[in-house]
């Protein structure tokens, strides 16, 4: 085994949170090692981890590209404009996004060159005191070693036992983003966020979809205003989503997987052609720590943090999908820059209350804060403003009229608690109620606003107006 090289820092995974970590941590003059073990679709390794190999770059060039073909052959008529006979090749458009794909793992693996970070290609395992031995693909090992290890090796999708992963009829997300031709008939366990954003891909491109869901409630996280309002557009799109379906066998026969459910009305078959399971990801710790490190992790396999992502051992850290906490690409950004900070000696923080949800269907649904619904199971009171996109000139105008804003302020103090979205581009739009709860603004703030004409940022202003039951646009 080679001499132990020293470094200031080692972050083991390179995705979203290790790669922020290892950045910021390079930029604050330490020196960094960064250890990742993903291998990208040329074989080569590929650093950005799950979010730019097989999660949210990749499953929004696809959203993309598919959404280009949905108005063409679907919206494209209202505005006067004929496009008779369109055709969609699949393979071109998943070749453009894996050329997006390569862009952005490449430009990490760049970025980490320009800050002289110490790339190795392997696997590492945490060693006591903080050393950290690296397993290369051809089994040679090394052990390097620093004062601090940062671990950010992130998750991977849960398998079901009845319907086992195969990569060919039941696949999870990686393989949902690169079939090579529409299925006729595609399945989806999980009506969460990932069967929502695929199941909405392939059913653009012209798939039967049908999503099956365990829970009786639709998209139980968001507020339930925002989820009824969404369950309504995706009905309209024929997206066949089925409540309460309790799976309990897949089975792969003559090509095609028969899937067998039950809800309140019985036992149902379901035959498709390709079956995605998307029932949620888990931390990706397994033989990651070696005898002896004192690292914890808990019943789901998340290594044990405090708020500021310490593991409880000295100079060991934790962020991303393999810790507490939501499973989103910039809460993990936010936490490698925290953890950077803090072992440079600097004050590092994450604000958890107000990390914004994004999902990428049509219409797009956004919220950051608490939902009406746990205001009222915490008794915290409060008054709610909503909007709607169809009194909106500039939604109307590009023919989005569907999807609503509702805010929701503290019924004595007016601070703002939470804003929900459905509509076109509130991905871009939940920044602005961001910033103004990061501000710890009101609904007042925001009324006072001057927001542009014709936006869709006006539904934000006449929602905060609402508040106060002074929109303008709308009876009160
Ligand atoms: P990961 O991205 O999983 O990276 C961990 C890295 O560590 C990987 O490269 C892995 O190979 C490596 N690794 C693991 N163990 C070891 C080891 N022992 N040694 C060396 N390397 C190791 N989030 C959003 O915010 N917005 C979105 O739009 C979005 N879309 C998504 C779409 C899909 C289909 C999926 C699956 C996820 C999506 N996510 C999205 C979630 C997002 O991808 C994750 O939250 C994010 O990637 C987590 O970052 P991470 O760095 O913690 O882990
Ligand atoms: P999810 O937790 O969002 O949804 C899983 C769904 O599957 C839930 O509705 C759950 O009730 C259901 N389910 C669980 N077991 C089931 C079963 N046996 N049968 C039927 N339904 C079952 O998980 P996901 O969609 O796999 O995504 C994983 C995570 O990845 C997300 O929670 C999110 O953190 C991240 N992600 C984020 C984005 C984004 O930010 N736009 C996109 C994709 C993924």
């Given amino acids: 085994m080679a001499d132990a ?95 997006i794909v390569k862009q952005f793992t490449g430009g990490v693996a760049m970025l980490f060159k320009a800050n002289k970070i110490a790339s190795f290609f392997g696997t590492g395992k945490l060693l006591k005191g903080n050393r950290v031995e690296i397993t290369g693909a051809d089994g040679t090992k090394q052990t390097i070693s620093a004062a ?7 998750s991977v999708p849960i398998e079901l036992p009845f319907a086992k992963f195969d990569g060919k ?51 139980g996280t968001a507020d339930a ?6 369950a309504r557009e995706f009905k309209k799109q024929e997206l066949d989503i089925r409540l309460g379906a309790k799976v309990s066998k897949a089975e792969v026969k003559k090509g095609e997987v028969v899937v067998t459910y039950s809800d309140k009305d019985g036992e149902h078959s379901l035959t498709v052609d390709k079956l995605l399971v998307a029932v949620g990801r888990r931390a990706y710790t397994s033989e ?16 044990e943090v405090d ?20 499973m989103l690409a910039h809460k993990g950004f936010e936490e490698g820059m925290m953890v950077a900070e803090l072992i440079a000696g600097k004050a590092g923080h994450v604000d958890y209350d107000i990390i914004p949800w994004v999902i990428y269907t049509e219409p797009e649904i956004a919220w950051a804060g608490k939902t009406e619904q746990q205001c009222k199971a915490e008794n915290i009171p409060c008054k709610v403003g909503t909007f709607p996109f169809a009194a909106i000139g500039r ?11 509702k805010m929701i302020a503290h019924a004595e103090t007016d601070r703002i608690l939470g804003v929900h979205m459905v509509g076109a581009e509130v991905s871009e ?47 009160n």
């Fill in 5 to 99: 090289q020293k470094f200031d820092l080692i972050v083991i995974g390179g995705g979203p949170a290790g790669y922020h970590a290892a950045i910021r941590a390079a930029q604050l003059g330490l020196a960094v090692a960064c250890i990742d073990r993903w291998v990208g679709r040329d074989g080569k390794q590929a650093l950005g981890g799950t979010c730019l190999n097989v999660g949210c770059i990749p499953s929004k060039a696809l959203l993309d590209s598919s959404r280009q073909f949905w108005n063409l052959t679907h919206q494209f008529e209202v505005h006067g404009i004929a496009a008779k006979g369109a055709s969609i090749d699949v393979g071109t458009m998943v070749g453009r996004k894996d050329k």
């Fill in 148 to 154: 601090n290890v940062v671990i950010a090796t992130g």
């Fill in 169 to 219: 009829h039941i696949v999870d997300n990686a393989g949902a983003l690169a079939f090579d031709a529409v299925p006729k008939r595609f399945g989806v366990i999980g009506a969460g966020v990932i069967g929502l954003e695929l199941g909405s891909v392939w059913k653009r491109l012209g798939a039967q979809v049908t999503i099956l869901e365990a829970l009786p409630d639709f998209l």
């Fill in 225 to 230: 205003d925002i989820a009824k309002a969404a």
């Fill in 288 to 303: 990651l720590l070696g005898e002896g490190t004192g690292v914890k992790t808990d019943e789901r396999g998340r290594i």
């Fill in 307 to 326: 708020e500021h992502c310490w593991a409880g051992v000295d100079g060991v850290w934790a962020i991303g999908d393999c810790v507490r906490g939501a």
């Fill in 395 to 405: 939604a109307v105008a590009m023919n989005e009229p569907a999807g609503m804003v």
């Fill in 429 to 475: 739009l939940i920044a602005e109620a961001v910033v103004a709860m990061a501000f710890k603004g009101s609904s007042e703030d925001l009324a006072r606003i001057v927001h542009a004409h014709p936006t869709l940022s006006e539904a934000v202003h006449e929602a905060a107006l609402a508040v106060d039951k002074r929109a303008i646009h709308k009876a």
